[in-house]
Structure formats: structure tokens, C-alpha cells
């Protein structure tokens, strides 16, 4: 598809969005936010332009972008109200791209279109009570019957479970292999017949993720996602595609075109704080860290869409990503003093939702041990488990 130019685009944008002003405020990864219709309209009305997923295929959504494109697209969608899309963003961000990375045509003509459009939610049932950091320790099991599996199991902190169509869920199909080897990936609609889904309430009040158990719940082989087998290279490109951000564009401060001062500076000086030296100085800290962290999330989620192999690089971003959001929230939240104790003071749900992002999509300990091993070149940590079969291994063995 040929290049626009920037005013094209916004033309175009214009045309369907509206534009942020200094003073739009929208909730980021949908702390204390359980809407869902704002993300589906928006969805609904980019998907013919292709414009939140540009690098994807036009027909299933995308229009085709190189990654400068894409990375103007996304610059200027900055200008206009795009919601958290917190509800959409593991379809978005993780299984788009693992399933033009990893999946049949089939598949992509089936699920593409409708995560495009907003028509379709996904989550993502990796982790479970024993495999978080250690994810290949993953013990739900699937046996094949025929041109089914059969899936049993628990898994658990499956955001947006409550909400979903469908799940991505990593299984154990072969327990004679190590265990990075008989892990196979699954798509599971999730109103399958043995799947329940039970919230569970985060210190931030909202219940947005879920303790899933499976009981003998069956899938076609069709929605198997890559070979038997090869459930931990598919696994391993939702995660670095989740560390580097991709396709969760959307909420956060207002960005109005022409202000350079974000939201939650401006907010700050509404409390009348911004103007005194000492937090000046944090201030100005924090934002040339979080314009930083930007960059590197965008050069993270470009390379990762340009090569099809994510590299470490979203492991940096990651990390960058957490400490902009952290060192954000507690600012803002002693700003207000004694009132930023109350769940309505300014940066309480942030202070609140903040620990949890170091924790999400691979603990800092895990990203910083990535990194260790991947680009600085560290010794590598013992794995004693690596090469024997899962079944020999304690978890095996239960
Ligand atoms: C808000 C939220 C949403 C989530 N959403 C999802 C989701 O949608 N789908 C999903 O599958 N999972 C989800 N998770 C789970 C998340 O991926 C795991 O919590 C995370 O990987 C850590 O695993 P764990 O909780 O089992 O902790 P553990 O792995 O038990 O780790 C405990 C502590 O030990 C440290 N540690 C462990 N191993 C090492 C090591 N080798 N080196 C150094 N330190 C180590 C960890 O850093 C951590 O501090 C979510 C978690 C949260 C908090």
C-alpha cells in the first residue's frame, strides 16, 4: 500500500475521530474501568481504514503499513480520543500477531477480522499456580481423541477471562518431553462446555482477572495454534510481543496537537505543586524517562512487527515502561497529600494498580534476567529440569 503523507492521515483520521483536548483523560490499562463499548466503537470505526493495526494485512483489518508508517499512524492517533483498550489488547497486541507469525490461513481469515474490529475478545491462559515465571512448567493437560483434544486443568490470573470469546491456552500434549518440548498452543472458545471462569478482586478493587478451571473441555484440532510441540515458540512470541507493547495503543493523558505539556503535568500544576524547584526537578525527571520509555516501546513493538522475531528488546521496554507508570502514580498520589490516601485522591487507583506492573507479563526479576542473559551475556542461570523428561520433574510427578 502506497505511503501517506502526514496530512493525509490526519485527514482521513479526522474524518472518523475526534481530536483529544489538553483536558481529555482516559484511563490506562483499564485501572478502575470496566467499559467496553467505548474500545468497540472505536474498533468498529478504524477497521475499514485499517488504522489501529496498520502493519496487519488489509483484509484482515490492517492496510499494509511499513513501520515508519506504521509509527506515524501512531503518533498521530495521539491526536484524536482513542479509549483504553484494555479489554481488546491481548487480541490486539499478542494473538494478531502470533497468529500472522504462527497460524493456518484459515485461522487468519477466521479471528484476524473480528479482534480488528473490537467483534471479538480474547484472553490469554498461560500462567497457572506453579508455572508463572517458570511458564514452561504449564501442567493442563490436552489429549488428542480423534480430531479433538481433550483439555483438563486450572489456570490462573487470566486477565479479562470474564469478558472473553475466546483464550489463547498453552497445554501439555507430550509429559515424556522436557518441558519446553511437549507444550502445544490451543485457541479454546470460551464458553466451552468444562471451561468456568471465577474472578478475582485485585488490591485496586477491580476484578479483571480470573482463576480458570478446565474439565475434560474439548477443541478441534483445527484451532490448534502452530505444530504439537511447538506451543512454547508461539508462547514465546505473545510474551515479546507483550513486553514490547504492540497494539495496546490507546488511553491514557490527553495529547491534544500543539500541547506539549502531557496530562499528568498539567495535572500537577492544577494541585499546585509543579511549581515549586524540588518537584520541577521529579517532574522533569519522570518526563524525559517516560519520552524514553516511549521510543524504546515503539522501536521494540517495530522490530518485533518487522522481523516476525521478537527480540530482547521488549524485555528493555518493559522495564522502562513499568517505572514511567510507577514513578507517574507516586508522584501524583503524594502531590495530594493526606487526600491521596482516599480511593477518589489524585493518583490513588494508579498508586493502587502500580505494584501489579511489575508483576504482569513477566516479573522485572524475569525481564532483568532476559536481558542479563541475551544482551549483556551473563552466565545463564543453572536449570537442572531442562533436559529431562516433565514427567520425572516434582511438578510431573503430583
Ligand atoms: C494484574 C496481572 C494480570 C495478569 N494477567 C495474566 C494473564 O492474562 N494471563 C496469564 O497467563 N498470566 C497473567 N498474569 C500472571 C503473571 O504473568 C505472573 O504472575 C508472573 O509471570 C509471575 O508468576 P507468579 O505469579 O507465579 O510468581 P512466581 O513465578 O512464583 O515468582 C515469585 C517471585 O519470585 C521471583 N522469581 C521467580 N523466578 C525467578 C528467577 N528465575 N530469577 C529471579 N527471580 C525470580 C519473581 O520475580 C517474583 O518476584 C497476570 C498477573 C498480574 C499481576
Not at 140 to 169: F, N
Not at 201 to 224: C, G, I, K, P, Y
Not at 272 to 291: C, L, M, N, T
Not at 363 to 392: C, F, K, S, Y
Amino acid at each position: 500500500m502506497s505511503d501517506l503523507t502526514e496530512d493525509q492521515i490526519r485527514s482521513d483520521l479526522d474524518s472518523i475521530l475526534e481530536r483529544r483536548s489538553a483536558g481529555t483523560r482516559l484511563t490506562t490499562m483499564g485501572a478502575g474501568s470496566d467499559d467496553l463499548d467505548d474500545g468497540r466503537r472505536y474498533l468498529a470505526t478504524t477497521v475499514d481504514g485499517g488504522w489501529h493495526v496498520p502493519t496487519w494485512p488489509q483484509q484482515h483489518g490492517g492496510r499494509g503499513a511499513s513501520p515508519s508508517q506504521n509509527a506515524l499512524i501512531g503518533r498521530l492517533l495521539r491526536e484524536f480520543v482513542v479509549p483504553d483498550l484494555y479489554p481488546f489488547a491481548i487480541g490486539l497486541g499478542m494473538v494478531g500477531p502470533a497468529l500472522l507469525a504462527h497460524g493456518t490461513e484459515t485461522q487468519q481469515d477466521e479471528w484476524l477480522r473480528p479482534i480488528a474490529s473490537g467483534a471479538s475478545i480474547w484472553c490469554q491462559m498461560f500462567s497457572e499456580p506453579e508455572a508463572g515465571s517458570d511458564l514452561a512448567n504449564v501442567a493442563l493437560k490436552a489429549d488428542q481423541d480423534g480430531e479433538e483434544w481433550v483439555l483438563s486443568g486450572q489456570k490462573t490470573w487470566t486477565s479479562r477471562a470474564m469478558w472473553a470469546d475466546w483464550a489463547i491456552c498453552l497445554a501439555r500434549t507430550d509429559p515424556d518431553q522436557p518441558k519446553h518440548k511437549g507444550l502445544t498452543m490451543f485457541s479454546l472458545p470460551i464458553d466451552t462446555p468444562g471451561v468456568e471462569v471465577r474472578p478475582l478482586t485485585q488490591m485496586n478493587r477491580d476484578a479483571h482477572f480470573s482463576e480458570v478451571f478446565v474439565s475434560d473441555a474439548r477443541v478441534l484440532d483445527s484451532w490448534r495454534i502452530g505444530e504439537r510441540g511447538e506451543g512454547w515458540r508461539v508462547a514465546m512470541t505473545v510474551l515479546a510481543h507483550e513486553r514490547a507493547g504492540g497494539g495496546s495503543r490507546g488511553g491514557g493523558d490527553g495529547n491534544a496537537r500543539g500541547v506539549r505539556v502531557p496530562g499528568w503535568i498539567s495535572d500537577l500544576q492544577a494541585l499546585g505543586v509543579a511549581e515549586e524547584q524540588v518537584w520541577r526537578d521529579e517532574v522533569s525527571k519522570i518526563y524525559a524517562h517516560d519520552s524514553v520509555s516511549r521510543w524504546t516501546s515503539q522501536r521494540a513493538a517495530d522490530e518485533a512487527r518487522a522481523t516476525g522475531v521478537p527480540g530482547p528488546a521488549g524485555s528493555g521496554a518493559k522495564l522502562r515502561t513499568v517505572k514511567s507508570y510507577k514513578d507517574r502514580a507516586y508522584l501524583t498520589n503524594r502531590s495530594g497529600g493526606s487526600y491521596g490516601m482516599l480511593s477518589e485522591g489524585p493518583g490513588y487507583i494508579e498508586t493502587m494498580t502500580a505494584p501489579s506492573m511489575s508483576i504482569r507479563g513477566g516479573t522485572d526479576e524475569i525481564q532483568r534476567n532476559i536481558l542479563g542473559e541475551r544482551v549483556l551475556g551473563l552466565p545463564g542461570e543453572p536449570r537442572l529440569d531442562r533436559d529431562a523428561p516433565w514427567r520425572e520433574s516434582r511438578r510431573g510427578l503430583l
